[in-house]
C-alpha cells in the first residue's frame, strides 16, 4: 500500500523556518518525480516546488522561489521542503504527491496520483 506522510509543520513568526517531510512506504520514491503543494483557506491549491527523479532538477513557484529548498535523501526515502524566511501568506496547508508518470510545470494537480494528508504550516506573529 502506497503511502506518503507530511510532517514538520506548525507555527512559526514571520522570517522563521520550517522543514516539512514526506516520508513514503509502499514505493521508492527515487523512481518518481515528487511535488509540494499548498492550500491556503479559500484559494485553490498551487503547486509550490516539485523535484525530478531522473537528474534532481528542481522547480519552484515565483512566490517561494529563494526562499524554498527542495530535496531527496533516497536512503531514508523521504524528500524535503526546507523554508526560510516565511511569511503571513505562507501559511496553508502543504501535501506532498507523487506523480503517476510525465508531468507539466508549473505543477498540476492532475499529474499526481498519490497524496499525502497535508500537515498545516502557520505563519503569524
Known amino acids: 500500500q502506497v503511502q506518503l506522510v507530511e510532517s514538520g509543520g506548525g507555527l512559526v513568526q514571520p522570517g522563521g523556518s520550517l522543514r516539512l517531510s514526506c516520508a513514503a512506504s509502499?514505493?521508492?520514491?527515487?523512481?518518481?518525480?515528487i511535488g509540494w503543494f499548498r492550500q491556503a483557506p479559500g484559494k485553490e491549491r498551487e503547486g509550490v516546488s516539485c523535484?525530478?527523479?531522473?537528474?534532481?532538477?528542481?522547480y519552484y513557484a515565483d512566490s517561494v522561489k529563494g526562499r524554498f529548498t527542495i530535496s531527496r535523501d533516497n536512503a531514508k526515502n523521504t524528500v524535503y521542503l526546507q523554508m526560510n524566511n516565511l511569511k503571513p501568506e505562507d501559511t496553508a496547508v502543504y501535501y506532498c504527491?507523487?506523480?503517476?508518470?510525465?508531468?507539466?510545470?508549473?505543477?498540476?494537480?492532475?499529474?499526481?496520483?498519490?497524496w499525502g494528508q497535508g500537515t498545516q504550516v502557520t505563519v503569524s506573529s
Open positions: 504527491a507523487k506523480t503517476g508518470g510525465s508531468y507539466s510545470l508549473p505543477p498540476l494537480e492532475d499529474d499526481y496520483d498519490y
Open positions: 509502499g514505493l521508492t520514491l527515487d523512481y518518481y518525480a
Open positions: 523535484i525530478n527523479s531522473s537528474d534532481g532538477s528542481t
